[in-house]
C-alpha cells in the first residue's frame, strides 16, 4: 500500500473540516439548551467556548491544508475530471467550493466571538450563537459534500481513461 504525500494532505483537510463542523454542532446543541432556568455550570460555558475555539482552529487547518492541496497537487486532478465523463465536478462544485469556503472560514472565526457571551443569560447572544455555528454546520456540510462530488469526478475519469470498472 503506497500513501502519498497528497493523500495525507487531502484526508487531513477534510478530517479537520469535519472534526470542525461537529464542534459547531456541539455549539449549538448546547446553546439550543441553554435557558437561565438551567443554572449553568462553569463546565457548561467552558465547553461551549472551547468547542468554539476547537471549532475555529480545525476550520484553520482545514483551510490550510486544503490551500495547499489545491496549489499543489489538484491541478493534476482538474485536468482529469475536465477530460472525464463529469467536468461539472470542477466547473459546479470546485468553483463554488473555491468560494463557500471563506463562509465557512469567517463564521468559523466568528464563532468563538460570538460565543463569550452567555447564551443562558442573553437571548440576543444565545441567537447569535445559534446563528452562527447553525451556519457553519450547514455550510461546512455543503462544502464536505462538494468534495465528494469533485472526488467522483476524478476517480470517473480515471475508470474511463483506463477503460476499466464498472462504469462503462
Sequence with gaps: MNISASDIILF???????????AALWV????????????????RASWIR??????????????????????????????L???GPWPFAHNLFME???HLFFAVAMLAFLLPV??????WENAAARRLI?????????????VEGAGAVIEHGVRLALI?????????
Excluded at 58 to 79: R, S
Excluded at 130 to 142: F, R, Y
Excluded at 160 to 168: M, P, V
Aim: glycine share 10%; charged share 10%; with cysteine.
Design 130 to 142: 445559534l446563528a452562527v455555528s447553525g451556519l457553519v454546520v450547514i455550510t461546512a456540510m455543503a
Design 50 to 79: 472551547g468547542a468554539a475555539l476547537v471549532s475555529a482552529l480545525c476550520i484553520a487547518a482545514a483551510w490550510i491544508c486544503g490551500g495547499y492541496w489545491y496549489v499543489v497537487f489538484y491541478p493534476a486532478d482538474k485536468a
Design 12 to 22: 487531513a483537510h477534510a478530517g479537520f473540516g469535519v472534526a470542525g463542523t461537529l
Design 160 to 168: 474511463h481513461s483506463t477503460g476499466g470498472g464498472a462504469h462503462q
Design 28 to 43: 449549538f446543541v448546547e446553546a439550543l439548551h441553554a435557558r437561565p432556568e438551567s443554572a449553568p455550570t462553569v463546565p
Design 96 to 98: 463554488t467550493k473555491e
Design 81 to 83: 475530471i475536465l477530460a
Design 114 to 119: 460570538a460565543a463569550r457571551e452567555a447564551p
